[in-house]
């Protein structure tokens, strides 16, 4: 099955035209959007298409859902976690993102990795870190990853900080996309270690979870998930 069968959730970076109010959110509160890509594992290999699919989330994510006075954090996970943009979009006469920005930022954003090793808990950890700065403003975390444990040194603590994640009150939605089927060296699925890592708050209401051919089905969810979060 092709991973890439979601392309229509971009308009491709041409929308349709939408009001100024709409655009700007005059009439909704703010947002705090993190979104991590995690270039490790899965994504050096060209036949997973890995890389692609990370682009287009991300892509969407920038053009349909960030409205002008919503903060936004780009992180980008290797062996460690790298800040690729940290800033608050103010847009002007209801325009959207650049359309030179969102492939910039995103260009950056989902670079392979080169070293080995994933920081997929460093990851959780900085995001935990920028929502406690963004106090009073409701703060939306999109991870996109394969969820491969194996080789990130703080996968004990995974769990742990996942539970202070979703203990602020501000957190309004936590998406992980991209998780893989694969099985990793133990023979467990790598999607099913991953989410079993979460432990409990797995299940918490906020918490939405899309293997690597299933993001076609679950991207509408995240994205009412979000109009939601903003009233």
């Given at each position: ?28 509160p703010p947002l705090h959007f993190v979104i991590a890509a995690d270039m490790t594992g899965s994504s050096k290999n ?15 994510i920038l053009l349909n859902q960030v409205r002008s006075g919503d903060t936004l954090t780009l992180l980008r996970i ?154």
């Open positions: 099955m092709s991973p890439l069968p979601f392309l229509f959730l971009l308009p491709l970076l041409t929308p349709a035209p939408m009001s100024a109010g709409t655009v700007l959110g005059l009439s909704t060209p036949a997973y298409k890995y890389a692609e699919q990370a682009r287009l989330l991300s892509q969407s290797c062996e460690g976690v790298q800040t690729v943009a940290d800033f608050r979009f103010a847009s002007k006469n209801g325009a959207r993102m650049g359309k030179a920005d969102i492939l910039r930022y995103v260009g950056a954003l989902t670079q392979p990795c080169t070293g080995r090793g994933s920081a997929i808990t460093a990851g959780l950890s900085k995001a935990n870190e920028l929502t406690a700065r963004t106090a009073g403003t409701g703060d939306v975390i999109v991870m996109f990853t394969d969820g491969a444990l194996l080789d990130d040194p703080g996968r004990g603590k995974l769990g742990i900080i996942f539970d202070k994640l979703l203990g602020r009150r501000d957190t309004r939605q936590i998406f992980f996309a991209g998780l893989s089927p694969e099985k990793d060296k133990n023979g467990d699925s790598i999607r099913d270690g991953f989410v079993n890592a979460l432990g409990k708050a797995g299940n918490d209401a906020r918490v939405l979870t899309a293997g690597a051919y299933d993001l076609n089905n679950v991207y509408p969810t995240f994205a009412d998930a979000v109009k939601k979060a903003r009233r």
